[in-house]
């Protein structure tokens, strides 16, 4: 290691440790442990993950719920998704996350809309199973044409002794449409992950145990899906696009701008092709096992990796599909040459730092370093160790690493680091926009997007330039002042 | 291929190209395993229907796009407008994740609350050691000046004993003894976000103003404000204390969140900033009366001041000329000042602009959704301009508002063809929408969907706005306010009616340059 290498790390220990004096010594020493140096040729990013948050900090985490009915299940386009509990929960999840759908609303589609069975007190003492039951029979009425519903469990379910599968079961068998209970309760887990390990759960136990793929689906060598994209500004659509120039067959996508069907008709693919690793391994590896589907990860953030991942993706196929890759590959070049010659001579030497959850916190870096931008910091809401043994292929050294970090830490690490571009969440965003940082949210891609796929690199690269320099950023010092 | 460096094309356009556009047709029709087109468009046709209509309103457990948050969100909203307070949820996370994300949404501010972080063995052995740790970590990281104490529907359930446990805290020196922290149990499953709004005044009001060394109460010439859950709370604070500056009153507002929800872009963050301080809670006490500008916001905080002895009043969200009236009438009569001669003028300004454009309001029909006071205050406007609310409705609206917007509608011609829908949601409106159109509706940005199902145009003027920005800079209060509120309206009617005129060599005709 350099000299100047040396200093840096010492440096950043530094900021660490005046950062964590601002706890309580019980405090200090767990939080500690989540926060690291990345060094050269490390195996993973040596901090801990996956625990519980500390009560009381501003932890940035969601909960199970938001998991299974906000990431996993509540894009699935055809079936209508329960908020089983009071009336909160749904309400703030309502519609807020981008996951886009063609469908007719209200009709043959249901993502932008709040279903709840709205608890008072006297489900609470009494128990909600008939209401459940009630709720569901109205919503088949009502919904005619839905496909299937899912029963998202908020905290009180698991706490009052509610029997959702049983009214599950014999309301499915009742109205001949799927009915898949989840105990994505809020107070499970440490975080959001837990309720996609519950809702992938959900779905191998009571759609692939219960229902076979369409006899109707043709197969083909070439059939691939694609799960762990939740379509977010349409994000799927651009990876889509790839995958079928390349001359794959995408026979389902989980579950953004995904049906019932799809879900259904999975165990027919040839490979599993997974984005988000994070909340959908789990279903990847009980196909490898149960089914004999391989599954593969892939990253589609930036022209490095979208083509890294196209061949080792034609790589599972015969050479027709590998000369397509590379023919795809070359057609898009001109595009990547021209946004890559408009956009870096703006962005070089740009500094990163990022806080998100999922894939993002390594899968972006590439697409930044595109750029000719760097990454400072990253870390993640609700990563597990395997996240962080996939972050150093990414990260370089001297990176600092924040697992679930505190608003308090983000706020005083991005002060004293002083990045060019802050990239994390809306509770995030005008935090640092007050502090003059340019910003940019990463989960809904600040309402724009697509991000994925060539397409949508051309836009990322657009929404980074916009972000740090927009001429705003000059104005926030008043001249007397 | 579509994308080109010259101009990015992002979502709004991409997705209208060719490619894409093939993409979607295959995956429908391979894939999806939809309904067929005939029969989407028959079932589609039948929702628009009075039988429809009738099944709708027939349910008994579903709830559909409600206009109603829970508890918690209000009383993080309360929390929030007392000076350096930082709401402590106790609880499951997720929640704070929740309300922090909504209210962000709305005012594009950050906003600060924490959680106590109760998992599944908080859940079995109750949540007070994360309530100790909480309220610790809380304290050093934070330096609040006060900690705001609630509760999401887990702890609840669990029946966690909030005082107990915050006594406790103290005890094992995770806060000073002294250090102020008021709390309020806020149940999900009861009421809604005005009704823990409700709660947390409340409950911050009693800790102070019950303290065992609280000074006993004696009256003075102080008049309180509360002014309720309320999306325009910068612009409407702030006209509240410009009136008070005209007044020449120095009224005390409960729960004052305009500067906190409104801090500038100037290389600072503020974690903190205003807010109605402890000395003023403090001094509230004494006050001789208290004005609720929301009555369902404040109805046990209403009783509970009542009982300490103050003259209580309940207004519904005053907007509009009459509401406005009343509100400085009561100020006057209470401080035996009268009434500005400059917000006379403004009330005259006020009554010339809606003499102005009284012909393009007058006989138009509205349906109007949002929170039981805020519709209440629009409907009431609506009637004094010769408009026609014709569907009022709240989903935290009770017997008792329904009954309120009846008697309101009942004093007007122009509500013979009103009524109100407590408990009822947005499909609910849909079903109503179809049946019975209006001209226009007023709500929130969930309206957006059934603006698209029934092409009538929304005015956003309620809570939570999500996709126009800074409005919530702008009173909707006062006869300014009652401007702001007439030009907004008028607005959409003018655009809509180019919008209806616009086909040239067809409608040349009513497409007016000057209207």
């Not at chain 1, 007719?104 to 608890?119: A, K, Q, R």
């Not at chain 2, 709305?106 to 063995?121: G, R």
């Not at chain 2, 109805?299 to 509970?304: G, V």
Request: hydrophobic share 35%; proline share 5%; aromatic share 10%.
């Amino acid at each position: 290691m350099s000299l100047a290498n040396e200093q840096t790390k010492e440096a950043t220990q530094a900021l660490i440790d005046e950062v964590l004096e601002a706890y309580p010594e019980k405090s200090r020493k767990r939080r500690a442990k989540h926060i690291g140096i990345q060094k050269a040729e490390a195996k993973d990013c040596d901090v801990k993950s996956n625990v519980k948050s500390i009560p009381g900090v501003m932890t940035i985490r969601g909960c199970a719920y938001a998991g299974s009915k906000g990431v996993v299940w509540g894009p699935i386009k055809d079936m209508i998704h329960i908020s089983h509990g009071p009336v909160g929960c749904g309400y703030y999840s309502w519609s807020g996350r981008r996951n886009y759908y063609i469908g007719v609303t209200g009709v043959d589609s249901w993502g932008t809309m709040h279903f709840t069975s709205d608890f008072q007190e006297k489900d609470i003492v009494f128990g909600g199973d008939k209401k459940l039951a009630k709720v569901i029979d109205e919503i088949n009425d009502l919904f005619p044409l839905v496909n299937g519903i899912s029963i998202q469990s908020e905290c009180p379910i698991g706490l009052i002794g509610d029997d959702i599968e049983a009214v599950a079961r014999n309301k499915s068998a009742e109205i001949g449409k799927p009915i898949i209970p989840v105990r994505c309760e809020g107070f499970r887990g440490v975080s959001q992950s837990l309720g996609h390990h519950i809702a992938n759960d959900t779905i191998r136990d009571w759609v692939f145990e219960k229902s076979e793929p369409r006899a109707e689906l043709e197969t083909t060598p070439y059939d691939v899906t694609i799960i762990g994209d939740y379509n977010i500004g349409g994000d799927a659509w651009s990876s889509r696009i790839l995958l079928e120039e390349i001359g794959l067959r995408v026979i389902a996508q989980w579950s953004g701008d995904g049906t019932l069907a799809e879900l259904e008709n999975t165990p027919k693919a040839k490979v599993n092709l997974i984005h988000c690793y994070r909340s959908m391994n789990y279903i990847a590896r009980h196909m490898e096992e149960k089914f004999n589907i391989p599954w593969m990860e892939y990253n589609f953030f930036g022209p490095s990796q979208i083509a890294e991942s196209l061949r080792k993706i034609a790589a599972l196929f015969d050479d027709k599909i590998q000369a397509n890759a590379e023919a795809v590959i070359a057609k898009y070049q001109p595009l990547i040459d021209g946004i890559i010659a408009k956009y870096k001579p703006r962005l070089n030497g740009k500094k990163v730092m990022l806080y998100v959850g999922g894939l993002r916190p390594r899968h972006v870096v590439d697409a930044y370093h595109d750029l000719g931008m760097e990454v400072t910091g990253t870390g993640y809401e609700f990563a597990h160790n395997d996240d962080y043994q996939r972050t150093t292929h990414y990260t370089k050294e001297g990176t600092l690493i924040y697992d679930d970090v505190t608003a308090y830490e983000f706020e005083k690490f991005v002060e004293k680091l002083d990045p060019d571009l802050v990239a994390s969440g809306i509770k995030e965003k005008y935090v640092f926009q007050k502090m003059g940082k340019p910003f940019r949210q990463m989960h809904s891609w600040d309402y724009s997007g697509p991000y994925h796929g060539y397409d949508g690199f051309a836009i990322f690269a657009r929404d980074m330039d916009m972000a740090i320099n927009n001429p705003v950023w000059n104005l926030t010092k008043a001249p007397w002042a | 291929m579509p994308q080109n460096p010259e101009k990015v094309i992002d979502h709004l356009q991409l997705f209208r190209e060719p490619e894409y556009k093939e993409i979607f047709a295959s995956k429908r029709a391979n894939f999806e395993f939809g309904h067929p087109d005939e029969e989407v468009a028959r079932v589609a046709e039948w929702t628009k229907s009075e039988e429809y209509k009738e099944k709708n309103f027939s349910r008994e457990a579903l709830t559909i796009n409600p206009t109603k948050a829970c508890q918690p969100l209000g009383a993080v909203f309360a929390a929030q407008g007392f000076e350096g307070t930082l709401p402590f949820v106790h609880g499951s996370q997720g929640c704070v994740a929740y309300y922090r994300s909504h209210l962000t949404r709305h005012f594009k501010e950050p906003n600060s609350a924490v959680s106590s972080s109760m998992t599944e063995d908080a859940a079995v052995f109750g949540g007070l050691n994360n309530m100790i740790d909480g309220l610790a970590n809380t304290y050093s990281l934070y330096q609040p000046k006060m900690i705001a104490v609630l509760t999401t529907c887990m702890a609840e359930v669990i029946g966690d004993d909030l005082q107990g446990f915050i006594v406790n805290a103290k005890n094992k020196d995770s806060i000073p003894q002294d250090f102020p922290a008021p709390h309020a149990h806020t149940p999900a499953f009861v009421g809604s976000h005005v009704t823990g709004y409700d709660n947390m005044v409340k409950g911050i009001l009693n800790y102070f103003w019950d303290a065992p060394d609280a000074a006993a109460r004696v009256e003075d010439d102080g008049i309180n404000i509360i002014p309720g859950f309320d999306g325009y709370a910068v612009g409407n604070n702030r006209e509240l204390k410009r009136i008070f500056g005209l007044f020449g009153i120095n009224a005390t507002i409960i729960s004052d969140v305009s500067d906190v929800f409104d801090t500038p872009t100037d290389g600072k963050f503020r974690l903190y900033d205003g807010g109605t301080t402890i000395d003023q809670v403090k001094a509230a006490k004494n006050a001789k009366a208290t004005i609720s500008l929301q009555e369902y916001c404040s109805p046990q905080t209403l009783s509970y001041i009542k009982d300490k002895g103050q003259d209580v009043t309940k207004l519904n969200y005053p907007v509009g000329v009459a509401a406005t009236d009343e509100f400085l009438v009561k100020l006057a009569e209470l401080t035996g000042k009268p009434v500005p001669a400059e917000l006379t003028l403004e009330r005259g300004r006020l009554v010339d602009a809606i003499a102005d454009s009284h012909t393009h309001i007058h006989g138009k029909r509205f349906a109007i959704f949002g929170d039981p006071d805020t519709t209440y205050g629009l409907s009431r406007f609506l009637l004094e301009m010769g408009a026609e609310p014709v569907h009022i409705l709240s989903t935290s609206g009770s017997k008792k508002w329904e009954k309120q917007v009846q008697k309101l509608l009942d004093s007007s011609p122009f509500g013979a063809s009103g009524k109100a829908y407590g408990g009822k949601d947005l499909w609910h409106l849909r079903s109503l929408l179809f049946t019975d159109p209006v001209d226009y509706m007023i709500g929130n940005s969930y309206g957006k969907y059934l603006e698209r199902d029934t092409k009538i145009p929304l005015i956003r003027l309620t809570y939570p706005i999500f996709d126009r920005h800074h409005h919530h800079r702008y009173p909707t209060w006062g006869y300014q306010g009652g401007l702001n509120v007439l030009v907004r309206i008028l607005d959409k009617i003018l655009d809509d009616m180019d919008n209806h005129t616009n086909i040239a060599g067809e409608t040349d005709y009513s497409f007016d340059l000057i209207r």
